[in-house]
């Protein structure tokens, strides 16, 4: 009786998690290599910051990361395992943060929206800092226009993804439209994109915290779930 109830406990966690996946991504690990229980996960954030962003754009994004630094710093497992960086582009590309734990530093660069969309030396610099590293990088790119070279920003993201997971969100308009998505979907791949509908960071960002959160724990071998890959769960409310 013991073993059966224990049993149907397991069924009914691993049901729950299954039925929470509804948006799956690509579980991009072409090194092959298994974190161990504690190691360390760089996650990237490649932010636009153009003159399209201004505004309430902007204002949301703002929020939208100090609140996830916030989440990511207070989560047992995260503050300690996932090293989180920020690179933001406009005309040119910064790393505003450089992949380290929140642990006692939850604050974010405030992004400013200006100049145009250089998201070929956004990519380069994520490339740079990846480069002969070896753990786990995971990188989001967030972004509501075509760059300013579609081409060598497409070239820099097939080089990225032989050393990173890679996902992008379009910032669309309140419907989800009034964004280039199919060049989004060329960039990371079909299935590695989505669509944000106008403003909705906050709960964007908490389902990828969520996401983090799971990969880490699988990862480390903490949670066993078959036929594993990395997704951003979809609940709905961000995306159009």
Do not use: H, M, R, W
């Given at each position: 009786m013991l073993r059966l109830t224990t049993f149907l406990i397991f069924c009914l966690v691993f049901i729950?998690?299954?039925?929470?996946?509804?948006l799956r991504l690509q579980y991009g690990n072409p090194s092959g290599k298994t974190a161990t229980l504690g190691a360390k996960?760089?996650?990237?954030?490649?932010?636009d910051r153009s003159g399209s962003m201004s505004g309430e754009k902007m204002d949301k994004l703002n929020a939208a990361l100090q609140d996830t630094w916030q989440k990511?710093?207070?989560?047992?497992?995260?503050?300690?395992?996932?090293?989180v960086a920020l690179i933001a582009f406009d005309d040119y590309a910064t790393m505003e943060r450089s992949p380290s734990t929140l642990t006692g530093n939850p604050q974010q660069p405030f992004l400013v929206?200006?100049?145009g969309t250089n998201l070929t030396d956004a990519l380069a610099?994520?490339?740079?800092?990846?480069?002969?590293?070896?753990?786990?990088?995971?990188?989001?790119?967030?972004?509501?226009?075509?760059?300013?070279?579609?081409?060598?920003a497409l070239q820099a993201a097939q080089r990225l993804q032989s050393r990173a997971i890679v996902q992008a969100v379009a910032i669309g308009d309140a419907q989800g439209g009034g964004v280039d998505f199919s060049y989004m979907q060329n960039l990371v791949g079909q299935n590695n994109a989505a669509v944000l509908s106008g403003t909705k960071f906050k709960p964007l960002f908490s389902d990828i915290v969520d996401a983090l959160r799971l990969h880490v724990n699988v990862?480390?071998?903490?949670?066993?779930?078959?036929?594993?890959?990395?997704?951003?769960?979809?609940?709905n409310h961000w995306k159009k």
């Open positions: 729950g998690f299954e039925a929470n996946a509804q996960i760089n996650f990237f954030i490649v932010a990511i710093a207070a989560d047992p497992v995260l503050k300690q395992t996932a090293q929206a200006t100049g610099l994520v490339e740079s800092a990846v480069t002969g590293n070896s753990q786990e990088n995971v990188v989001i790119i967030l972004s509501d226009g075509l760059p300013n070279d579609p081409s060598t990862l480390g071998g903490k949670i066993l779930v078959p036929n594993y890959s990395f997704y951003i769960p979809n609940n």
